[in-house]
Antibody, heavy 125, light 108 residues
Framework: QVQLVESGGGVVQPGRSLRLSCAAS????????MHWARQAPGKGLEWVAV????????YYADSVKGRFTISRDNSKNTLDLQMNSLRADDTAVYYC??????????????????WGQGTLVTVSS | SSELTQDPVVSVALGQTVRITCQGD??????ASWYQQKPGQAPVLVLY???IRPSGIPDRFSGSRSGNTSSLTITGTQAEDEADYYC???????????FGPGTKVTLL
């Protein structure tokens, strides 16, 4: 079955860096667009970044653009998120997410059909 | 980027029907996806497309779209349906994704 397992979370000081990883299994990783999403304590879900199936394109939320970098290794079925210049408001549970695509003649949908269990990042001095 | 709006809280009696809405101009062209999240757990996809439920999602969950509003309806609400529900979609650029702020479904 599909498994997404995040690692790398922890406590980090403001301004420092942290790298998250996600190990994927049970599906054709190299064929799937992958995302990172996050959820601050007591808050809603926030989309963070996406990388295309081949790593050729990546896009970021305005809140992390220029500080975070998403990458993937299709030979190892891994997804990473390099987080630099971390701020207190980056404190959140970070989820690795697979996206799929569904289209009919009336429109398309791009559901996040599988989520990891999340890894907590705490930015604090 | 697009913004999505949801009612913060909706309440429903056990066994009754509740409708959760998500508004955004993007829904004139795309369908929403809907997620259920219970405390301390990762979100779970419950609906996508015009009205498609992933395997294992009960058929009391259904979806619809009208104009700029997508809806998730729970018919015959059960105690285990008490949770937060989020909608999401691509934005108008097609490159970014956006989540609604979430709706907490509580039982009366």
């Amino acid at each position: 079955q599909v498994q997404l397992v995040e690692s790398g979370g922890g406590v980090v000081q403001p301004g420092r860096s942290l790298r998250l990883s996600c190990a994927a299994s049970g599906f054709a990783f190299r064929s799937s667009a992958m995302h990172w999403a996050r959820q601050a304590p007591g808050k809603g879900l926030e989309w963070v970044a996406v990388i295309s199936f081949d790593g050729g394109n990546d896009y970021y939320a305005d809140s992390v653009k220029g500080r975070f970098t998403i990458s993937r290794d299709n030979s190892k079925n891994t997804l990473d998120l390099q987080m630099n210049s971390l701020r207190a408001d980056d404190t959140a549970v970070y989820y690795c997410v697979r996206e799929t695509e569904y289209c009919s003649f009336t429109g398309c949908s791009y559901p996040f059909d599988h989520w990891g269990q999340g890894t907590l990042v705490t930015v604090s001095s | 980027s697009s913004e999505l709006t949801q009612d913060p809280v909706v309440s429903v009696a056990l066994g009754q029907t509740v409708r959760i809405t998500c508004q955004g101009d993007i829904f004139r062209h795309h369908y929403a996806s809907w997620y259920q999240q219970k405390p301390g757990q990762a979100p779970v996809l419950v609906l996508y497309g015009e009205n498609i439920r992933p395997s294992g999602i009960p058929d009391r969950f259904s979806g619809s779209r009208s104009g700029n509003t997508s809806s998730l309806t729970i018919t015959g609400t059960q105690a285990e349906d008490e949770a937060d529900y989020y909608c999401n979609s691509r934005d108008s650029s097609g490159n970014h994704r956006v989540f609604g702020p979430g709706t907490k479904v509580t039982l009366l």
